[in-house]
T-cell receptor, first 116, second 112 residues
């Protein structure tokens, strides 16, 4: 079946503008995760959804970052008033489990965000 | 706090040699430890994982060992091939918050 998809694949924006990134998880997967990966760096946890609730938002870097999820499907990550340090690849992952990350997480291709 | 340390950050081996990557974690309650491979410009892909009820797991040329007492786990790749060249990430699942914490990655280069 289809894997995790993300859109757009690339986004170039000007400093101060808002951006919205989209993630479509694998159908039936209850858990959804957002990560940020700066160039040459590891995966930085941002937020985790179980269904449409977010038990853990502790990784969101600032109040400019927010995320929501509709039911057990699409999620959007919004970055307001973007800054140059927001430039990174934003990865989404989903897993089938109700117990969080103890099941395999399947990653999407990521959205490459460049803030000029 | 939640932390996963991964070493080395870069590793270069000759084709056919073995490669070992090591990770340590801080939460003794962690019970799930996956390893991901990320090729340049691609998404991370799970290559092997281990749960806390076993000490070792093997899949062809790849094996993972877990020492819960010492809170460390390792990835072993034998008979390395150029296509093994990638960045490898370890991760540990933290029950509190229900999330995976990733190591910083190891860039493996296998020279023909």
């Amino acid at each position: 079946g289809a894997g995790v998809s993300q859109s757009p694949s690339n986004k170039v924006t000007e400093k101060g503008k808002d951006v919205e990134l989209r993630c479509d998880p694998i159908s039936g997967h209850t858990a959804l995760y957002w990560y940020r990966q700066r160039l040459g760096q590891g995966l930085e946890f941002l937020i985790y959804f179980q269904g449409n609730s977010a038990p853990d938002k502790s990784g969101l870097p600032s109040d400019r970052f927010s995320a929501e999820r509709t039911g057990e499907s699409v999620s959007t990550l919004t970055i307001q008033r973007t800054q140059q340090e927001d430039s990174a690849v934003y990865l989404c992952a989903s897993s089938p489990a109700s117990s969080g990350g103890q099941e395999t997480q399947y990653f999407g291709p990521g959205t490459r965000l460049l803030v000029l | 706090g939640e932390n996963v340390e991964q070493h080395p950050s870069t590793l270069s081996v000759q084709e056919g040699d073995s490669a070992v990557i090591k990770c340590t974690y801080s939460d003794s309650a962690s019970n799930y430890f996956p390893w991901y491979k990320q090729e340049l410009g691609k998404r991370p892909q799970l290559i092997i994982d281990i749960r806390s009820n076993v000490g070792e797991k093997k899949d062809q040329r790849i094996a993972v060992t877990l020492n819960k007492t010492a809170k460390h786990f390792s990835l072993h790749i034998t008979e390395t091939q150029p296509e093994d060249s990638a960045v490898y990430f370890c991760a540990a699942f933290y029950n509190q918050g229900g999330k995976l914490i990733f190591g910083q990655g190891t860039e493996l280069s296998v020279k023909p």
